[in-house]
């Protein structure tokens, strides 16, 4: 069975305070996984796909990596705007084109 | 581009009744959606996956009779919660995914209140 756990829970930094969340997965060959940031009461935004090990992908402020068994999303000097829950999910090779997300971290950047 | 709506935002409604949720790829053809549940604090939980012109695949423990989907055009999918009870009550949000891509984009999501 596919599995995502994302670590930690829930992230406070200090504007411009640099961190980075992760994602490990389990996962019966990996198709994509894939970067969503969710602000509450709002569908999940579509950040990034990565497909292979070592591959990484940039957007501003974030920045995305993948191993074999886990990913991060390095957040560089956050302002509050990036205040949000990020998701990861995960995409198995020969499933349905079906995701499996992890719980979500969520971070607050302050002021 | 990948734009995917959702309508209605809100709904309220009484026990009893049934709740038609609609969603739409409003710049690409979907070949293949999704819905999910989300409870508050937790993550999504997929229901189903619907093809356009076929019938859905539902996860185990979805109700099918309950949670009807229809996927009649490549741009919109739609659910029905029929008979809702306040148990149903949740955020409802659906995705899409474009021919030959990978990514599924996510429509604005559906709060369904039953009293």
């Known amino acids: 069975e596919d599995q995502v756990t994302q670590s930690p829970e829930a992230l406070r930094l200090q504007e411009g305070e640099s961190s980075s969340l992760n994602c490990s997965y389990t996962?019966?060959?990996?198709?994509?996984l894939f970067w969503y940031r969710q602000d509450p009461g709002k569908g999940p935004e579509f950040l990034f796909t990565?497909?292979?090990a070592g591959e990484e992908k940039e957007k501003e402020r974030l920045k995305a990596t993948l191993t074999k068994k886990e990913s991060f999303l390095h957040i560089t000097a956050p302002k509050p705007e990036d205040s949000a829950t990020y998701l990861c999910a995960v995409q198995a090779a020969g499933s349905a084109r079906q995701l499996t997300f992890g719980s979500g971290t969520q971070l607050t950047v302050l002021p | 581009g990948a734009v995917v709506s959702q309508h209605p935002s809100w709904v309220i409604c009484k026990s009893g009744t049934s709740v038609k949720i609609e969603c739409r790829s409003l710049d690409f053809q979907a070949t293949t959606m999704f819905w999910y549940r989300q409870f508050p604090k937790q993550s999504l939980m997929l229901m189903a996956t619907?093809?356009?012109?076929?019938?859905?695949?539902?996860e185990q423990g979805v109700e099918k009779d309950k949670f009807l989907i229809n996927h009649a055009s490549l741009t919109l999918s739609t659910l029905t919660v029929t008979s809702a009870h306040p148990e149903d009550s949740s955020f409802y949000i659906c995705s899409a995914r474009d021919r030959g891509q990978e990514t599924q984009y996510f429509g604005p999501g559906t709060r369904l209140l039953v009293l």
């Open positions: 619907s093809n356009e012109g076929s019938k859905a695949t539902y």
């Open positions: 996962v019966s060959g990996l198709r994509g």
């Open positions: 990565l497909y292979s």
